[in-house]
């Protein structure tokens, strides 16, 4: 069974850092695509695609919202996500997530395309 477990969220203010990181464990782990999706508060059926990466971390792929400020990247089976330059509207709960198998999701930016799931980890952006 493959286990997801993020850590790094907390609380900036705007124009603060954080960097988040995701640990997966299990077996069968080992080229599959990860990606971080979140979650407003308010919208708790809705999960926004953040950024994706492949396994060898050489293809990342970006939601609109976080282009030039979030930064995504691998190693094995780690994944991080480098955040600059927050927003009061990047509060959310961030989870990291993994495909089933080792390929790119044909579509990177639905929460369906991913198997495996975190249990999430909180941000908080003050103004």
């Known amino acids: 069974q493959v286990q997801l477990v993020e850590s790094g969220g907390g609380s900036v203010q705007t124009g603060g850092s954080l960097k988040l990181s995701c640990a997966a464990s299990?077996?069968?782990?080992?080229?599959?695509?990860m990606a971080w999706f979140r979650r407003v508060r308010g919208k708790e059926h809705e999960r926004e695609f953040v950024?994706?990466?492949?396994?060898?971390?050489?293809t990342v792929a970006y939601g609109d919202s976080v282009k030039g400020r979030f930064t995504g990247s691998r190693e094995n089976a780690m994944m991080y996500l480098e955040m600059e330059n927050l927003r009061p509207e990047d509060t959310a709960v961030y989870f990291c997530?993994?495909?089933?198998?080792?390929?790119?999701?044909?579509?990177?930016?639905?929460?369906?395309?991913?198997?495996?799931w975190g249990q999430g980890t909180q941000v908080t952006v003050s103004s």
């Open positions: 997530s993994a495909t089933a198998l080792a390929y790119w999701p044909a579509n990177i930016y639905s929460p369906d395309e991913y198997y495996y």
């Open positions: 299990g077996p069968t782990f080992s080229t599959n695509t």
């Open positions: 950024a994706a990466v492949t396994y060898t971390g050489e």
